[in-house]
């Protein structure tokens, strides 16, 4: 680039004159000087043009980066480019010392050509030259007139031009005299806001009366962008100058001001803090010339006596003093105040050995456990295990510390449960309930959908916001440290790039650890032995193995009808009618209606949806009431229909309807949410081989599929199927409500009866339905959650049960009531489910057997639908 200008401001730049020895008035005479007095304000009128001196038709180019020299102006330069430096020479070595000033359109090109310049220009005359160590050269140029750039008559060694003289228009009258004034005030408020700015120099510029000089030495000192002070010397008229010129002053003077109170607030944020630090300090001064006690000292010795009742373990306790004399020493202002303040308090407000005292009443117990649930035997007992271990403990606590002399194994005082079974069982009552009978507080937190490990440990006190995990939250907020603890939906937790929560828990559920668990925030051991920690989870497939392994897992299955019936009863019907606003009298539920309910309206192993159809019950009944229509209300069947309008589920009138054909069989089948029927289809289509499975099946259940296809083809003449019905069908096997996944083995039993149904015709019996693995060798192997799939045959009208024969101890867990009622058939080998599923083989006439089969097979052949689904 050939020149561009100093980087300095105005007054670096009236400083490096002087001291380079220039008179300013030489070359900014009209700075100094008033011009005439103009005539009066009127018309405006074309101002004669005076005799100006005579300059060359082709000058040198000197081309500019970020710049643009106005006429009448005083510029300092800086040349760089060998070719700029050469033109610097010649100028300079000529008398005239003339030279054409010319801004490129793009600063950031080194070496611009004819093409890259702007078309107007200003003549300038070199006034002072200063070569530089580096090499480059430091000149002083003054604006003398614009031009417009006819042609370029040459471009090496640098660039030439023909050029056409371009005066401005100078009009006159009060418009023009009135925008000057208004830019010469603009400039002088923009001055007032740049403290560096030379107050003499500013003065000067701010006595000039003639409009053109105004513009361009106005527009010389201050900072406007390449294209706008382009535009201004590109401009004619002098009056539109002006205009151009107030409006970016206007700008810049908005600029400014919003810049000088940004600045203003920062300084008075920073004068506050100051002020407020001295007058800290200064109050600290005056009391303690009175002998007073500051608000600092005060606060710490609070947190000294809070530390003392607190009654922390040894290394706690020296955390806090050592904590707590920092803060002494802190001013109340510094960061770091806050923050050792905010852990003392933790600190001191957490229930080190506060606790409640154990109720070890088992007759209470038992009570309360009972009034609070129906069923739910096992859990009750391991609750009443428990408080009857806690009292012999304490009774012969003595006796029991002078026969152990174990110095590695700790003795384990609390209890870790947790509790499986479908949604709306009593999990999570529960808790309630064994706190209420304990006597100790209860207090609950959700683990579904956690994926950082620090809402258990808590963050490091490195951390703006830092704070204790939600373990030690929930011990500060109830003030007991012997708490039941319900840990909500353990087997929904995240498992992330976010961290694993899962592995934080190890310590809090583990009874050889927890006496010192270690929050990230704490940094102290806390002792949760005492904690009563109950987990509670609706399938145990995604809790990690070490965690599973620290838990006691109880399991709860769904209900029976009968109790179903009697929560309703005990339960779900007076809080209903408390909701609703309604009262006893008002609204009976016999026992048909809530069976018709149970059976059509609802099909889960707990007992919400049936709460929620007795709320829509109660609303209605409600309604009629409050409008007058009905005094009291007695639900039957029929109202129940007229209430809740027409059944979802049909139970054995679907059940019959389904298996009405050869190939279809009832499976059982779990399920998060319980027990449930899974019904299993088969069919076939003329072809050759061909199996295909459907349904949304996982690996595990087409595997099955696969193996008891293999079994029925591999025994086919023991099970008097024809072989060459495999030859020319293709079968597919289907297991409806395609958009739930399934998966297991347990269905491999009722696979392959479905097969064999299809293929002999023979259709499945009545009211039978079963569950079980097979092999390949066409055994039956045992499997899970036999009480669910047993009371789901129940609520379905299942009257017969096929299970494997390693599973009938598992009948131990079923209820009386459902084991009298149905019968349970114990199968060893596929052959035995079939005998006891399938209808008898139909005996073929006589008469039939003389007749060639060959011919019957090759006509069946011709015809695609023959026994297509008689098989």
């Known amino acids: 680039m050939g020149a561009s200008r100093w980087n300095t401001n105005a007054n670096e730049f009236v400083n490096w004159m002087w001291e380079n020895d220039f008179n300013t008035e030489s070359f900014l005479p009209s700075l100094f000087s008033r011009s005439k007095k103009k005539e009066e304000a009127g018309s405006i009128s074309q101002q004669p043009v005076p005799e100006k001196p005579k300059y060359p038709d082709v000058l040198p180019i000197l081309p500019l980066r970020g710049v643009v020299v106005y006429p009448t102006t005083a510029v300092p330069l800086t040349v760089g480019q060998p070719r700029s430096i050469r033109l610097v020479d010649d100028v300079t070595g000529g008398e005239s010392k003339l030279v054409g000033l010319i801004a490129a359109r793009d600063p950031e090109l080194e070496q611009p050509g004819p093409g890259d310049l702007y078309t107007v220009g200003t003549i300038a005359t070199v006034h002072r030259l200063l070569r530089a160590p580096d090499g480059t050269i430091r000149l002083l140029v003054q604006g003398l007139e614009r031009f417009r750039v006819g042609e370029f008559m040459q471009e090496e060694p640098y660039l030439k031009a023909r050029i056409h003289l371009a005066p401005e228009t100078v009009e006159s009258g009060l418009e023009i005299d009135a925008l000057a004034r208004n830019a010469r005030d603009q400039f002088q408020q923009i001055v007032g806001l740049i403290p560096s700015f030379p107050e003499e120099l500013a003065q000067s510029i701010v006595t000039i009366e003639e409009p053109l000089q105004t513009v361009y030495t106005i527009a010389n000192f201050q ?109 109340t202002a510094a960061a770091e105040y806050g923050v050792i303040r905010t852990y003392l308090d933790w600190l001191v407000s957490l229930p080190w050995v506060a606790q409640t005292e154990d109720n070890l009443d088992i007759k209470h117990a038992r009570e309360v456990l009972n009034k609070d649930h129906f069923g739910l035997d096992d859990v009750k007992d391991r609750i009443l295990e428990f408080l009857a271990i806690r009292k012999l403990r304490l009774e012969r606590k003595e006796e029991l510390s002078k026969q152990s002399d174990d110095k590695i194994r700790r003795e384990r005082e609390g209890v870790i449960l947790c509790f499986v079974g479908p949604p709306g069982v009593g999990k999570t009552s529960l808790g309630h309930s064994i706190a ?44 007991s440290r012997n708490p039941v603890f319900m840990l909500d939906e353990i087997d929904k937790l995240v498992f992330d790039f976010h961290g694993d929560p899962a592995s934080a828990l190890l310590e809090v559920l583990d009874p050889e650890q927890n006496s010192e668990f270690r929050d990230n925030y704490l940094e102290a051991p806390y002792d949760l032995s005492q904690v009563m920690f109950i987990t509670t989870a609706n399938s145990l497939e995604n809790i990690p193995g070490p965690l599973y392994d620290r838990m006691e897992v109880i399991r709860l299955s769904g209900y029976t009808d009968r109790e179903k019936i009697a929560i309703a009863n005990g339960y779900l019907i007076p809080r209903q009618l408390r909701e609703n606003g309604l009262r006893e009298k008002e609204v009976s539920f016999s026992e048909e209606s809530l069976q018709k309910i ?50 979802i589920y049909f139970g054995q009138e679907e059940l019959n309807q389904r298996t009405s054909a050869p190939g279809v069989v009832p499976g059982l089948a779990w399920t998060y949410f319980g027990g449930d029927i899974l019904y299993i289809e088969s069919t076939n289509m003329p072809g050759g081989k061909g199996f295909q499975i459907s349904g949304s099946l996982g690996n595990v259940m087409q595997e099955s599929a696969r193996a008891a296809f293999s079994y029925v083809r591999s025994r086919a003449a023991a099970l008097k199927l024809a072989q060459e019905f495999f030859d020319k069908n293709d079968i597919h096997l289907h297991v409806p409500a395609g958009a739930t996944p399934k998966d297991g083995p347990s269905a491999g039993v009722t696979m392959a009866t479905a097969l064999v149904s299809l293929i002999s015709g023979r259709k499945v019996l009545p009211n039978v339905g079963m569950t079980g693995e097979i092999t390949l060798r066409g055994q039956v192997l045992p499997v899970g959650g036999i009480k669910e799939k047993v009371l789901a045959a129940h609520r379905n009208g299942l009257k017969t049960v096929i299970l494997p024969k390693r599973n009938k101890v598992d009948l131990d867990d079923v209820p009386d009531e459902i084991r009298k009622s149905m019968k349970f058939i114990f199968a060893e080998t596929v052959d035995d489910v079939l005998a006891a599923s399938l209808e008898k083989p139909k005996k073929a006439p006589k008469a039939a057997a003389k007749k060639p089969a060959a011919k019957k097979s090759t006509k069946a052949k011709t015809k695609p639908n023959a026994k297509s689904s008689a098989g």
Not at 605 to 615: H, T
Request: hydrophobic residues 35%.
């Open 223 to 331: 900072r406007i962008d390449l294209g706008d002070a382009q535009q201004l010397l590109e401009t004619d008229s002098v009056t539109e100058k002006l205009k151009k010129l107030i409006g970016l002053l206007v700008r810049e003077t908005e600029v400014l001001s919003i810049g000088q109170k940004i600045q203003n607030e920062a300084r008075g944020e920073i004068e506050k803090v100051q002020r407020d630090y001295f007058l800290r300090e200064q109050m600290k001064a005056i009391q303690k010339e009175l002998g007073e006690r500051d608000e600092q000292t005060v606060e710490a010795e609070e947190f000294r006596k809070k530390i003392e009742a607190a009654k922390m373990p040894e290394e706690a306790e020296k955390m806090a003093r050592r904590e707590l004399e920092r803060l002494s020493r802190l001013p």
């Open 598 to 647: 149970i059976r059509q309206y609802t099909r889960e192993a707990g007992v919400r949806s049936l709460e929620r159809k007795i709320g829509a019950v109660c609303r209605k009944v409600g309604t009629r009431i409050a409008q007058g229509k009905r005094a009291a209300v007695n639900v039957t069947p029929k109202v129940v229909e007229e209430l809740l309008e027409h059944p």
């Open 436 to 479: 209420r009978a304990m006597g100790r507080k209860f207090t609950r937190i959700s683990l579904g959908g956690m994926r950082d490990e620090a809402e258990v440990r808590g963050h490091r006190r490195t951390y703006i916001g830092a704070m204790p995990g939600r373990i030690l939250q929930a011990l500060r907020r109830i003030e």
